[in-house]
């Protein structure tokens, strides 16, 4: 079955310390984001890519990176310089073009400060 | 401004009743596409239903119905006979197709859903 895979499904963090979280697609997608969500909120768009080795900024993308380096994944590392990073983590990816083309999401990580 | 907004941010309804849950839109693109998705406590997003701007019928998946009203920027979701496993939270979503960057979404805040037995 095709779909898209998040892991790990917890991580913890420490202080000082980088963490990527791993997303992974099978869907032949070429579009894929990344979302934060905060308890009780909607999502927030950190990043997004079109095409392999392409990505850009979405609306929160401070002390968060990304790299696209194949159709299939994008990690995304959350650096040391995100001071609150304790979040929900979801990731998705589309068919981009045309407008009716729904985003399919991952199951999500949920990262906790240590 | 708000492009997307869900005046409800929680809702209590009977089980095996209908539920309606709001959201309006704001958009000068004529061309546009609007999404609701469910979120169960596990965290995963489901994706339910799309209404197209240019759609002449109301779209419909199973028991989720889409109540679109152009004029008045309003794309309600409908759920006939609500089930115990409804409860969660549902997004009401919106991508611009002309004006939009880069085939984004834009989510509204949510309305948490919880059927009472």
């Known amino acids: 079955d095709g779909g898209i895979t998040q892991s790990p499904k917890y991580l913890f963090r420490k202080e000082g310390q980088n963490v990527t979280l791993s997303c992974e697609q099978n869907?032949?997608?070429?579009?894929m984001y990344w979302y934060r969500q905060d308890p009780g909120q909607g999502l927030r768009l950190i990043y997004y890519?079109?095409?392999?080795?392409?990505?850009q900024k979405g609306d929160i993308a401070e002390g968060y990176s990304v790299s696209r380096e194949k159709k299939e994944s994008f990690p995304l590392t959350v650096t040391s310089a995100q001071k609150n990073p304790t979040a929900f983590y979801l990731c998705?990816?589309?068919?981009?073009?045309?407008?009716?083309?729904?985003?399919?999401f991952g199951d999500g990580t949920r990262l906790s400060i240590l | 401004a708000q492009k997307i907004t869900q005046t409800q941010p929680g809702m209590f309804v009977q089980e095996k009743e209908a539920v309606t849950l709001d959201c309006t839109y704001d958009?000068?693109?004529?061309?546009?596409?609007l999404f609701w998705y469910k979120q169960p406590s596990s965290g995963e997003m489901i994706f339910l239903i799309y209404q197209g701007s240019y759609d002449q019928q109301n779209a419909t998946e199973g028991r989720y119905s889409l109540n679109f009203q152009k004029a008045r920027k309003s794309a309600n979701l409908v759920i006939s006979a609500s089930q115990l496993g409804d409860s969660a939270m549902y997004f009401c979503?919106?991508?611009?197709?002309?004006?939009?960057?880069?085939?984004?979404?834009?989510w509204g805040a949510g309305t948490k859903l919880i059927i009472k037995p």
């Open positions: 979503a919106m991508r611009e197709g002309t004006l939009g960057s880069n085939y984004q979404l834009i």
């Open positions: 869907l032949n997608h070429d579009a």
């Open positions: 958009t000068s693109d004529p061309s546009y596409g």
């Open positions: 998705a990816s589309s068919i981009p073009g045309p407008v009716n083309q729904p985003q399919h």
């Open positions: 890519s079109q095409i392999v080795n392409d990505f």
